[in-house]
């Protein structure tokens, strides 16, 4: 990735750059232990971590220190429980997110704030009829999550989430679906939208929840990854 490339169309547009934004991934060339080899790992590696620390690096070559600034990087679920068949893209974003603190703590003093997302499971265009039939008694509120749940969160936690944080963002599962969901078992949930304490303490196990975000039909919650 040369940042110089998209910089200077960057600064034109905007101006000073305040926020990098890592949101890239490779789908695909991937598989179970058995099935890969050294080129799935490589190309995994060079999109879903090197890509990610190498804009980081570059973006912070470039700051202005006198202004506050962020790095976000987006990881996904392998912390939270097995990804059959993605060893891979697994193995990349879990690096991504173990490397967050120790970028954090060199970029704090130059006022550069960086944190680790996982989205949750957002529709960006890949999601077929079939795999929605699959997931969707895990989503007691009838829908996938959409790439402008995790942006709303992201802009509105963006000031509240401390140097080297995981946030975690949650579209409406409960406790027993994200299990069933790790264990390959079937279950259905109420379409009830939960009161706000008892949606902490559903996730109680998994992270310390900090927000909690309710557009009526679904929540939104970001909080520190329990180790």
């Not at 829908?143 to 401390?162: E, T």
């Amino acid at each position: 990735v040369n940042f110089t490339y998209i910089r200077p169309e960057a600064i034109e547009e905007f101006g000073l750059l305040d926020a990098l934004i890592c949101n890239q991934a490779l789908t695909g060339s991937d598989g179970p232990i058995g099935e890969l080899n050294a080129a799935d790992l490589d190309r995994h590696w060079a999109v879903d971590a090197r890509a990610s620390i190498m804009l980081a690096q570059a973006f912070a070559a470039h700051h202005d220190d006198a202004s506050p600034a962020s790095i976000v990087f987006l990881t996904s679920g392998q912390g939270l429980g097995p990804m059959p068949g993605e060893v891979a893209y697994a193995a990349a974003k879990a690096a991504l997110a173990g490397v967050t603190a120790t970028i954090a703590d060199q970029l704090a003093d130059r006022g550069i704030r960086v944190n680790t997302v996982n989205p949750g499971p957002v529709d960006t265009g890949y999601l077929t009829e079939e795999m929605w039939r699959v997931v969707e008694p895990m989503f007691p509120f009838g829908r996938y999550g959409r790439p402008d749940d995790p942006a709303r969160l992201i802009a509105r936690l963006g000031r509240l989430v401390k140097p080297g944080g995981r946030l975690s963002v949650a579209h409406g599962m409960s406790r027993a679906a994200i299990d069933s969901h790790h264990s390959g078992a079937a279950h259905r949930v109420s379409n009830g939208l939960m009161h706000e304490d008892a949606l902490r303490a559903l996730l109680a196990p998994y992270c310390d929840v900090d927000v909690c975000v309710s557009d009526a039909r679904m929540y939104q919650v970001a909080g520190t990854k329990r180790a």
